[in-house]
């Protein structure tokens, strides 16, 4: 007995006096001491003071503001998704203007080529045909020579002397014939030499063309390299541009995501709030009930008078908005491979591959399913593995998935990445080595056919 408890008798046994029976007393004690515990005004065994509890005007503007920029992200989006695909488009005006400038470079070299081998060509037909030249020159000096020789001589063809200075008429026949065959011969060759020299000059001609058309080849090839410079330099200045662009756009789109973060927590926030607050509501109305019940107990003789144990309650953070603010409290923090437990970030670990290009055992952050340990906390433990997961609670078909529940991404081959649905087609995730912890819309693409229930 307690000593508020033992003062009241003695009162008692003065107002009763000696002759109060003692039962009677009894009774009398246990429903004043439950008056006393419970309170005048049954404030004994009350809740703690009521939680904020925002208005519904507060929850619809938030609701609004999240709405609005979640609009805007996906308008950002949407820019960013063509903004990019312009940029790709870009990407292959470049390797194509790059590819055409390698072979217009290719060409002037070819024609630089052909128009060296042409001009030596040229100068080796001038060359040849000069030497025809001379060559004639010669044979006409020689025959003048011979002809002059042999008219002094008296041996000319056709000369008086080459007749009379023979013995016989049959020395003049064969000194007729020998001076025809001789001065024939001349003739004969110089026929020949000018032959040659027609054919070298025609080859000279023709060489000559050839150089100038290589050199026209070769002013056109560098005048196409030229064009083929300029076009790519343009390309890659439009590239860059673009590349500027969505730069900015992806600036913007990030900022406006923060705002949407922002805004959806504190939308959850209040969300949570209310929710403690008809928590709170329900727990006073519960105590209230019991105090009513142990009242009457009380003034029926029954119960002993002894006060209501508190209802038991669930853990800290077991309702879903305390999940999905759990969860929501951690946007903006590095992904780090195998980051992530029931108290917080942790440090990532090496995998031998991408996490560790990316530097992941540096930071301190979630993977995906870390990111799930740690929104659960208050509801059950995971183990550290989206494929564990997908079975830790009741599966539920896409078609039902609602605010709270487990998304997988997978295939044949396993499942590789889990996510948050927050409703709304909205999803929370620790997404991959490079990023942060975000906010986006749900992907279909590669999600399995059930989402994973583990609260309601």
Known sequence: MCAGERRW????????????????????????????????????????????????????????DANAKAGEVGRLTNQLAQAEQKLSQLQDDVELKQEEANKALVDLQSAQDAAAQAENDAKAARTEADAAAAAIEKARTDLKTFAAASFQQGSTVGSLSAYLSAD?????????????????????????????????????????KAAEIAQQK???????????????????????????????????????????????????????????????????????????????????????????????????????????????SKV??????????????????????VADRYGDYNKIGFDCSGLMIYAFAGVTGLPHYSGYQYTAGRRVPLSQMRRGDMLFYGGAGGIHHVALYLGGGQMVEAPQSGLRVRVAPVRYGGIMPYATRLIG
Do not use: C
């Not at 025809?180 to 025609?202: C, E, F, H, I, S």
């Not at 805004?263 to 209230?288: H, I, N, T």
């Not at 903006?332 to 591959?353: E, F, K, Q, V």
């Open 9 to 64: 008798t003695v009162v008692a046994g003065r107002r009763g006096g000696p002759g109060v029976p003692r039962t009677r007393r009894g009774l009398t004690v246990s429903a004043l001491t439950l008056v006393i515990l419970f309170g005048a005004g049954g404030t004994g065994l009350a809740a703690p003071p009521p939680p904020p509890n925002p208005s519904d005007s507060d929850l619809n503007n938030s609701k609004a």
């Open 168 to 208: 016989s008429p049959k020395d003049m026949l064969a000194r007729a014939q020998l001076l025809d065959a001789v001065g024939g011969d001349r003739l004969n060759a110089l026929d020949r030499l000018q032959q040659a020299q027609t054919a070298k000059a025609n080859k000279d001609s023709a060489a000559r």
């Open 218 to 328: 070769q002013d056109a090839a560098r005048e196409a390299k030229h064009s083929a410079d300029s076009a790519q330099a343009r390309a890659i200045s439009a590239q860059d541009s673009q590349a500027t662009q969505n730069t900015q756009l992806e600036k913007n789109k990030s900022d406006v995501e923060q705002q949407l973060y922002a805004a959806q927590a504190k939308v959850s926030g209040l969300q949570g709030q209310r929710q403690r607050y008809q928590d709170w509501l329900a727990q006073k109305q519960r105590e209230d009930d019991e105090r009513a019940r142990q009242a009457a107990l009380g003034s029926s003789g029954g119960g002993g008078g002894r006060p209501a144990s508190k209802p038991a309650s669930g853990p800290a953070g077991s309702s879903i908005e305390a999940v999905i603010a759990r969860a929501l």
């Open 332 to 353: 903006g923090l590095p992904y780090a491979w195998g980051g992530g437990n029931a108290s917080g970030p942790t440090r990532g670990i090496r995998d031998g591959g």
